[in-house]
């Protein structure tokens, strides 16, 4: 039995955290979840925003909702929606690709 806790494989202080026994695997899940802090305040932000512009008659309360692109906007977010896969996913092809 180790009686120096260095040896005992829990965490000393000084030592960052680890959830995983994979490190790689431990990365990936700070990842996710700054990933998914990200997406909240960005998520917040527009909630925050469609009220006020709506409280102000700026936006009519369902124009976000209902909104239809036309061919030249959405080719435009397609493009967009397509450059962010690669970007995410290509680090799981074993490089990013931009």
């Not at 996710?32 to 469609?50: G, H, K, M, N, P």
């Amino acid at each position: 039995m180790p009686t120096d806790l260095a040896d005992s494989g829990v965490p000393q202080p000084e030592q960052e955290p680890a959830f995983l026994r994979d490190p790689a695997l431990d990365q990936l899940l700070d990842a996710v979840l700054a990933l998914t802090a990200e997406l909240w305040i960005e998520r917040d932000r527009r909630i925050i925003l469609e009220q006020l512009l709506t409280a102000n008659g700026v936006l009519a309360p369902a124009a976000v909702e209902t909104h239809r692109s036309d061919a030249a906007l959405q080719a435009q977010r397609d493009a967009a929606r397509e450059a962010l896969v690669h970007r995410v996913m290509g680090g799981f092809k074993g490089g990013s690709e931009q």
